[in-house]
């Protein structure tokens, strides 16, 4: 076999590869989402036998671009079934977060015990906290609530959801219920990236294996994550995972090693969230995540990125590869035509995708055909993480040092 044949081959089967590897994409995530256990629809939801205490923690560092959505959407909500406050927890934000919140407050109407607002303070000389494991630590120091719900800064909650969840935890006998939020994307950056990963954390939800109680596997979205208040305290909550950077698996794998019952539901018509306001903050915040995400496993990290560049950025880059070699090739021409047509088949099949996602999700096509470009950033994210978590260096979550 010579040079030009083995390139024809190469493309060919490179091409199939990634049409195939898109059409088992497609196809898990619609298998996946029809099993699904999803957050029971707000008029179907079961009325919990008491009415319990609630208290929403909010952990803030400067968040002044979504503050003032996210605690809106709350203070707006309807009436969960008992008492009920929200507590914002400042985590010495350098930013007009607080000032921000306190107008949003008071645009609602909200004034305390409704809402109140908490200093977290300096961290302890000496002990290593990361993230906004601090924050909720401090907030617990003043919760007495029967359920207590930690919201991210960057999610908007639909009217009803706090009733809806707090209902279902109730009626389930949950000790954690987490929601797994819609994604929604506002620069170009998102545009690019955040569809592919929402097909990838679709697909490698375990949620069937989350919800079995016989299963250890746990999974949770930090996002949103309604704790029985005793069963949290029972496992040490976020001070006994100081220094866990991604806190949310690590408190649901607790949930599940103590015999607790863990519900992990999709609440897609139920909350959004909109995660990076720019290019620099994606590429912060996917770098940090993607390794542990990945059970902290090099191969896997490495491995994901691989295929993300074969599945969507490979149709892009084989097309015009593949069609200028069988104008250069007329030898091997029918070799490189077929290449050629897997690999529109593949562009297809990312419209497909995304097409579903538009109807599942209700996220419109909007740039669609970036996702070859999107495919690139996503397929540097894996190596840049693995370097940046073994490493430490450049391992940062606004800017505060990971390591």
């Known amino acids: 076999m010579g040079p030009a044949t083995a390139l024809a081959w190469a493309l060919l089967v490179l091409a199939a590869a990634a049409a195939l590897g898109l059409l088992i994409l497609i196809g898990g995530l619609a298998r996946m989402f029809a099993r699904a256990p999803r957050l029971v629809e707000g008029s179907d939801a079961p009325a919990p036998l008491a009415a319990p205490s609630l208290t929403v923690v909010v952990p803030a560092y400067n968040e002044a671009a979504n503050i003032a959505a996210c605690l809106t959407s709350l203070l707006r909500s309807e009436e969960p079934g008992g008492n009920w406050r929200v507590l914002l927890v400042d985590d010495g934000s350098t930013d007009a977060t607080l000032a921000m919140a306190k107008e949003a407050a008071l645009a609602c ?159 897609l018509d139920a909350l959004e969230l909109r995660m990076y306001p720019d290019f620099a903050a994606l590429w912060e915040g996917w770098t940090k995540n993607w390794l542990l995400g990945l059970d902290g496993s090099v191969a896997k990290a490495l491995g994901a990125a691989g295929v993300v560049l074969l599945l969507f950025s490979g149709p892009w880059l084989l097309t015009p590869a593949a069609a200028s070699a069988a104008a250069l090739l007329p030898a091997q021409r029918l070799l490189l035509l077929a290449a050629l047509a897997l690999a529109l088949v593949g562009i297809s099949l990312q419209l497909v995708l995304r097409l579903w996602t538009r109807r599942q999700f209700q996220v419109p096509l909007t740039l669609w055909w970036l996702m070859g470009a999107g495919g690139l950033v996503v397929a540097a994210i894996g190596p840049v993480s693995v370097w940046r978590t073994l490493s430490g260096r450049g391992w940062t979550w606004k800017g505060r040092p990971l390591a």
Not at 186 to 193: I, K, Q, T
Not at 197 to 214: E, Q, W
Not at 244 to 264: C, F, N, Q, S, T
């Open 109 to 267: 109407g909200a004034t305390e015990p409704r809402f109140t607002v908490l200093e977290a303070g300096p961290r302890p000389e000496g002990e290593r906290w990361v993230g906004k494991n601090w924050a909720c630590s401090r907030a617990m120091e003043q919760v007495d609530s029967d359920w207590v719900l930690f919201v991210d800064a960057d999610v908007r909650l639909h009217p009803a959801t706090l009733r809806r969840a707090l209902a279902q935890a109730c009626a389930d006998g949950a000790d954690l219920l987490s929601l797994a939020p819609r994604l929604s994307c506002g620069c170009l950056a998102e545009w690019m990236v955040q569809p592919i990963m929402a097909s990838l954390l679709g697909l490698g939800f375990p949620i069937a294996a989350a919800n079995d109680p016989a299963s250890p596997v746990a999974f949770a979205a930090g996002p949103f994550m309604l704790f029985r208040r005793e069963t949290y305290a029972a496992i040490g909550g976020h001070r006994a995972l100081a220094a866990e950077v991604v806190e949310d698996l690590a408190l649901a794998r607790r949930i599940k090693a103590g015999g607790h019952r863990l519900r992990y539901l999709l609440g």
